[in-house]
């Protein structure tokens, strides 16, 4: 995991602990890493950077002592990478290595400040008659690495990511009333929204229209 934590750019056992937090009261009072759903898709696609540094004091507070140690060692050897790359980045910048490495801190922490709006607000917001939506994309799934399985996943949380397809099946079959609810509107919903939006901006325009025009206002 102390690996895993460098290569991602995050600390995984301080998310290890608001995670498991996250699972007790999923979407409550406390559920730090979960607080993004109540708010607006805005509001999750800003407050992505602050989310995880939130995150990350949250884990802290929670871990362990142990786990609290090893979380500032991930902490500190991140910080020794970022140093690494940005010095390739002037000393070396012409070389592949030092391209690729530039590269990939970029898009680690272009991912991370991402996760509020895909991870959470995106499988989390408006789950009334249940706590998370879930998504039957095989595409979308195959490319997400099946962590939209978002349902399955709080149902079963020891389930590895490669079994949840199959778990998904029998719970549409046992359950359908759970996995209504896609992370990713269909067709049909986009093209009503975007008719629907479409005849505001008009009947917005149009009444604006008819209030200033001078010829009604003559004869009113």
């Known amino acids: 995991m102390l690996l895993l934590s460098v290569l991602l750019m995050t600390s995984l056992h301080s998310i290890r602990a608001t995670h498991m937090a996250h699972h007790r009261d999923p979407l409550g009072d406390h559920d730090v890493e979960g607080h993004l ?18 995150i990350y004091r949250q884990g802290l507070r929670l871990s362990s002592r142990r786990h609290r140690m090893l979380a500032w060692l991930e902490f500190g050897l991140i910080a020794l990478v970022i140093m690494g790359a940005l010095m390739m980045s002037v000393f070396a910048a012409s070389t592949v290595l030092g391209q690729v490495v530039l590269y990939h801190l970029v898009v680690m922490m272009l991912a991370n400040a991402s996760v509020g709006i895909i991870a959470v607000w995106g499988v ?3 789950c009334d008659e249940t706590i998370a939506r ?6 979308v799934n195959l490319l997400t690495f099946n962590l939209l399985y978002h349902v399955e996943h709080h149902l079963f949380p020891a389930i590895p990511s490669n079994h ?3 778990l998904a099946k029998r719970l549409d079959a046992a359950a359908p ?9 269909s067709r ?15 009947d917005t325009y149009q009444n604006s229209n008819d209030s200033e025009c001078p010829i009604r206002k003559r004869f009113a």
Do not use: F
Not at 37 to 54: E, F, P
């Open 124 to 126: 989390h917001h408006d």
């Open 177 to 185: 009333h759970l996995t209504n609810a896609p992370v990713l509107p």
């Open 134 to 139: 879930t998504e039957r994309n095989p595409l």
């Open 37 to 54: 759903a109540k708010a607006s898709w805005q509001q999750a696609l800003l407050g992505g950077i602050t989310y995880r540094l939130a």
């Open 188 to 202: 049909t919903t986009v093209i009503k929204r975007m008719k629907r939006r479409w005849s505001a901006i008009k």
């Open 164 to 166: 949840l397809p199959a």
